[in-house]
């Protein structure tokens, strides 16, 4: 599982930082990507990494602010051109507005889709558990923006135990039938009487990953029961230590802030994004320096930065 940003700029493109986006890579669990908002050049960065445009299945989108999503339509064109691969419907999940956004785009520009877009509209009242697999839940909750926008937290579900083969060898179980059954918690006997008990051959089960994706936001508690123990909590930095009154009334957040929601909720990782086009490569490292006085485990992410789950 994999976090790669392909975005990380706020407002407007600037020479080192494209607009908001971001997948999830989930090819190792699900073999498919997810893709957090899509603002314009999102698909020319695609281009720069080695993500397939039809392993996106999912796209969740924060807001309808131009920056977040105006390089969707042109995704989802481009994502059709793939014709020599096969070509699979697409989610779309996201406030209220943004089927009539896409849709009245593709009219309007003629273009038509091999593919069905599957849209999930929600409103405040209509959050919490959006999504659910056999694998995965994805919840989402209001932020405190200028305009409606939410925060994602994707968790992972517990993982089954593995099975010890090297040890049920050992043990004289033949490969083959009983290993299906032991795996599937059945105890077994050998036929020179041995009982196998199962849940001696089978490791604890080990705990999902959680991964919290906040939109554009104000320091908020919603944003902390999103993060709530999550491996890695992403959130905003459009400003920097002592912008407190300029983000508030932008409807944003500072590093430092940032760093106090991640200290709340407990998160392990902070990866700081949606940086203002006023910090250089210098002014970021500083945003950094004094979030980790706050949260240690900090970083500033960069377009193209991709960030293992582990």
């Avoid at 698909?43 to 969740?60: A, D, G």
């Amino acid at each position: 599982m994999q976090l790669q940003f392909l975005g990380t700029g706020a407002g407007q493109p600037a020479k080192g930082r494209n607009v908001s986006s971001l997948v999830l890579k989930l090819l190792d669990e699900i073999n498919e990507v997810w893709m957090f908002d899509c603002g314009e050049g999102t698909q020319r960065q695609i281009l720069e990494t080695t993500i397939k445009p039809r392993k996106v299945s999912k796209i969740f989108i924060t807001h309808l602010h131009g920056d977040h999503v105006l390089g969707l339509p042109g995704f989802l064109s481009s994502r059709a051109f793939q014709s020599s691969e096969e070509q699979t419907d697409i989610e779309i999940y996201g406030p209220k507005g943004i089927k009539s956004y896409v849709m009245s785009s593709l009219r309007v520009t003629g273009s038509r889709l091999p593919y069905r877009i599957h849209f999930h509209e929600f409103e405040g009242d209509s959050l919490g558990k959006i999504m659910e697999t056999d694998k995965f839940e994805v919840y989402a909750e209001e932020l405190n923006h200028s305009i409606f926008c939410v925060g994602y937290r994707v968790v992972q579900k517990d993982l089954e135990g593995s099975l010890d083969a090297d040890a049920l060898k050992a043990a004289g179980v033949p490969f083959g039938p009983l290993f299906g059954k032991i795996k599937n918690g059945q105890d077994v006997v050998l036929e020179d009487g041995t009982k196998i008990i199962a849940k001696d051959f089978i490791s604890e089960p080990k705990k999902g990953k959680v991964v919290t994706i906040l939109g554009d936001t104000r320091k908020t508690d919603a944003s902390v029961r999103l993060g709530l123990g999550a491996d890695v909590l992403v959130h905003e930095s459009t400003y920097g230590k002592g912008d407190e009154k300029l983000a508030k009334s932008h409807g944003h957040s500072t590093n430092m802030q940032a760093a106090q929601v991640a200290k709340a909720a407990g998160a392990k990782r902070l990866l700081l994004n949606h940086i203002s086009p006023r910090f250089l490569a210098k002014d970021c490292r500083q945003l950094e320096r004094d979030a980790a006085k706050t949260f240690e485990n900090v970083k500033v992410v960069f377009d193209l930065d991709e960030v293992e789950i582990g």
